[in-house]
């Protein structure tokens, strides 16, 4: 064996990073193996760059996939607003935006990798990029961890190197999950977890964009706009979110189209789902009825275009006019009443078929993995081999969008590292 350590921690995402850190202050000697070629790649790509790394909202119904009991205890054994506490300590201002959300003050997502990569220098903690964790296997007194020094992305043609052999006495599994492979996502922690003994749930995408049907989507490509959009199959409502909502030419995204694609892809799977979004959300339906047909009074003579003009944005009144069969032209009163009423329906229940989600290319997080049942919920200690911790992705366990996933990821990594150092 060429090295010996106390903990291994297979990935430096969010979750490896912090339980590295955790560890390394507990005393014990920690190794990271990363294989991507710079640590923390995936946090430089969230919140638009921006790391929406938490939110002053959490709670047990933000997630899926993990009971409401497991995350309870969990919250009980790291409260969440300790994770500032954590970032504080190492050096990290933060502030507060919509919704709850919170970011670096820098708004730079780069700063959240630097500050933890910084605190793992100054304790000497060795970080071994381009260099993957092939398999992780019991042996006395602790695990052999064998990795493999792999190419970077950009080297299509690039050789794996000759494989070298780590012992630790506990391993930290924080290897992420399949979304975003363009930038290093993988499968590979699932596999390593399923040769340990682990149950490895489904995995599907999660917080993406969604595909959808609708003539008109082509025109609106690029538009945002505040909505609230329910998703319904077989005329029941299933999900509501509120919030941003981005058309594009294969269907919808921004938040509220993110946190509905959970269940929009159970949905799909019983049978046909549709959206229907309310692009007045401030309004009630008889106070929008009332605001049109004033404004049809008002601008009875001149072209439906004027009517139009700082009523919403102009291209979506233009796709909902035409759908009407309202010439965007010709003077307002041609339009009609019966037409104008159908407008106020279009505006506050715009359908669109849904024809799934985009894939893992594109999503935030993946659903399904590691079964919570299966980890302590205090330490995220295995319940099934002694010595082994996971964390971040390869748990069942996603959240909403707007900084829950990472918060889970930060404080599975915290308390595992912790529990990781004890001897």
Aim: aromatic content about 8%; hydrophobic content about 45%; charged content about 20%.
């Amino acid at each position: 064996m060429t090295d010996n350590f106390d903990v291994i921690v297979v990935g430096a995402g969010a979750s490896g990073l912090a339980a590295a850190v955790e560890a390394s202050r507990a005393g014990a000697s920690v190794l990271v193996l990363e294989k991507n070629h710079v640590p923390g790649r995936k946090i430089l790509s969230t919140g638009a760059g921006k790391c929406n790394l938490s939110n002053t909202r959490v709670t047990p119904a933000a997630y899926h996939g993990a009971s409401a009991a497991f995350l309870r205890k969990v919250f009980a054994a790291l409260p969440p607003e300790q994770i500032l506490s954590f970032f504080e300590g190492i050096g990290l201002l933060w502030t507060e935006g919509e919704a709850g959300k919170l970011f670096p003050r820098s708004m730079k997502a780069q700063d959240v990798v630097n500050v933890l990569l910084n605190e793992l220098s100054s304790l000497a903690v060795p970080l071994r990029t381009l260099t993957e964790a092939v398999s992780v296997e019991r042996a006395a007194g602790g695990f052999v961890v064998e990795a493999q020094r792999v190419p970077p992305q950009w080297e299509k043609k690039g050789r794996r190197g000759e494989r070298e052999a780590f012992r630790a006495t506990r391993v930290v599994l924080a290897a992420g999950g399949p979304c975003y492979p363009q930038i290093g996502g993988t499968s590979g922690g699932y596999e390593l977890l399923r040769r340990l003994g682990h149950t490895v749930t489904p995995l599907s995408p999660s917080l993406a964009p969604l595909k959808a049907r609708c003539e008109y989507l082509k025109e609106l490509d690029g538009i945002r706009l505040q909505a609230a959009v329910t998703l319904l199959a077989e005329g029941r409502k299933l999900a509501r979110s509120e919030g941003e909502l981005l058309f594009t030419a294969y269907g919808v995204s921004g938040p509220v189209a993110l946190d509905l694609s959970r269940a929009a892809l159970a949905a799909l799977k019983k049978g046909p789902a549709a959206l229907e979004a309310d692009l007045f959300p401030d309004y009630g339906a008889r106070e929008l009825y009332s605001l049109l047909h004033g404004r049809a009074e008002a601008f009875a003579q001149r072209p439906f275009s004027h009517f139009a003009c700082g009523l919403h944005n102009w291209k979506v009144l233009k796709a909902c006019a035409a759908r009407c069969g309202i010439d965007w032209q010709a003077p307002v009163f041609r339009a009609g009443e019966a037409k104008m009423e159908e407008l106020g329906l279009l505006l506050k229940a715009f359908p669109m078929e849904l024809a799934g989600t985009l894939g893992f290319e594109d999503a935030m997080v993946a659903a399904g993995g590691c079964p919570v049942s299966e980890v302590d919920p205090a330490t995220f200690a295995s319940r099934r081999v002694e010595g082994l911790f996971v964390t971040g992705e390869l748990l069942d366990a996603d959240g909403d969008s707007g900084g829950f996933n990472l918060h889970l990821a930060w404080t599975s990594g915290i308390l595992a590292g912790r529990a990781a150092a004890r001897k």
